[in-house]
């Protein structure tokens, strides 16, 4: 285990809109507020888009991921995290359980995922932390604390 440790700066409270589009939305305004680094819980509905399941091999370098697609309108539970990539930019690493007619799937979003409606997200923001995202071999970033 790798660990840093940091502070709880800002809380902002973010009411996504119908066809908001994921990861996106939630970059984009990490960058424009100077939000490094942070936390994020998103309740709400989406319409479409893609997440992923599992990797088809999990000894297989890189990881091929199994990607699936979602048909019609899911309650969305979902939690993230938030830190630079190797251009400094913030990146949203979020996992999320979705539901529709008494099914539960869950899994790591893909961008394009579509808000339906609304979405409700709260961000915490960490300072005083220098924890940031690499890539790897394996075909993904991983989080250096």
């Known amino acids: 285990m790798k660990y840093s440790e940091g502070k709880i700066g800002r809380v902002f409270v973010l009411r996504l ?10 970059e984009s305004f990490a ?9 994020c819980i998103l309740i709400g509905g ?4 893609k997440i992923v399941v599992g990797p ?20 969305i539970c979902a939690v993230g995290t938030i830190f630079p990539d190797n251009d400094a930019r913030p990146r949203l690493h979020m996992h ?3 539901g ?11 961008p ?3 808000v339906w409606k609304l979405g409700e ?21 991983v989080l250096e604390p």
């Open 96 to 98: 999320a359980a979705l």
């Open 31 to 39: 960058q424009e507020n100077n939000v490094r680094r942070g936390m």
């Open 56 to 75: 088809e091999d999990s000894q297989s370098i890189p990881i091929v991921p199994i990607i699936l697609g979602l048909e019609g309108v899911h309650e």
């Open 112 to 114: 394009g995922i579509e």
């Open 100 to 110: 529709r007619a008494g099914k539960t799937i869950s899994g790591c979003i893909r």
């Open 121 to 141: 997200v709260i961000v915490l923001e960490i300072v005083n932390n220098n924890a940031h995202r690499e890539d790897t071999a394996a075909g993904f970033q």
């Open 17 to 26: 809109e119908d066809g908001d589009t994921m990861p996106g939305v939630i």
């Open 46 to 49: 989406i319409k479409g888009g």
